[in-house]
């Protein structure tokens, strides 16, 4: 099945080291977003890449970089992670659709990170 | 204030019984208005597309929109266990999804 896989799934860090978590699918799609997902505020959105050479920042975007390596393949980096980061993690991907608006957003299982 | 407004819950009800969540919204360039169902430790999934006002059904589920009020509602007739998840309001106008906060439900077998 086309899916779309994050790893790790969990990840407990320190304050101040770098992580990296990492996105891929097989859908094809030329969309793909990062999401963090915290109690009581919902998914917002950190970065989000419209093609390989499209990167944009989202509504959180500080202390987060991200580098879209191929079209299947989006990954997100703490630089220097700190303890507010900790959160789950959502990569998703879209189709863009009529009138350059994407179509159904699908998300992978999500990175539970946990910075100490 | 944030652009779209969920109650967290938790609802608890009894298998069989309705199950109404809702959002409000302040952005009235939203024009696409989403349920997304999100299972424990799993990413969300779509569960209702609605484009402007009005109703849609799909089998046990039925979205309601009213922008004239920036309201929109789901509705689960006869609940089952398998319906106890997260769910999730989201819109767009322009290329950004916009989330609720989330409800989680729990059916009552």
């Known amino acids: 099945d086309a899916d779309v896989t994050q790893t790790p799934r969990n990840r407990i860090t320190k304050t101040g080291k770098r992580i990296m978590l990492e996105c891929s699918q097989t859908?094809?799609?030329?969309?793909m977003y990062w999401y963090r997902q915290d109690p009581g505020l919902g998914l917002r959105l950190i970065y989000y890449?419209?093609?390989?050479?499209?990167?944009n920042k989202g509504e959180i975007s500080d202390g987060y970089s991200v580098s879209r390596q191929a079209q299947a393949k989006f990954s997100l980096s703490l630089e220097s992670a700190i303890p507010n980061q900790t959160a789950l993690y959502f990569c998703a991907t879209s189709e863009t659709g009529l009138a350059g608006l994407d179509n159904e957003q699908f998300f992978g299982p999500g990175t539970r990170l946990t910075v100490l | 204030q944030k652009e779209v407004e969920q109650d967290p819950g938790p609802l608890s009800v009894p298998e069989g019984a309705i199950v109404s969540l809702n959002c409000t919204y302040s952005?009235?360039?939203?024009?696409?208005f989403m349920w997304y169902r999100q299972y424990s430790r799993k990413g969300p999934e779509l569960l209702m597309y609605?484009?402007?006002?009005g109703n849609k059904e799909d089998g046990r589920f039925t979205a309601q929109v009213d922008k004239s009020s920036k309201y929109i509602s789901l509705f689960i007739r006869d609940s089952q266990p398998s319906d106890s998840a997260t769910y999730l309001c989201?819109?767009?106008?322009?290329?950004?999804?916009?989330f609720g906060a989330g409800t989680t439900v729990t059916v009552r077998a």
């Open positions: 989201a819109m767009r106008g322009d290329y950004k999804l916009s």
């Open positions: 890449s419209f093609d390989v050479k499209d990167i």
């Open positions: 859908k094809g799609h030329d969309r």
């Open positions: 609605t484009y402007s006002s």
């Open positions: 952005n009235s360039a939203f024009q696409y």
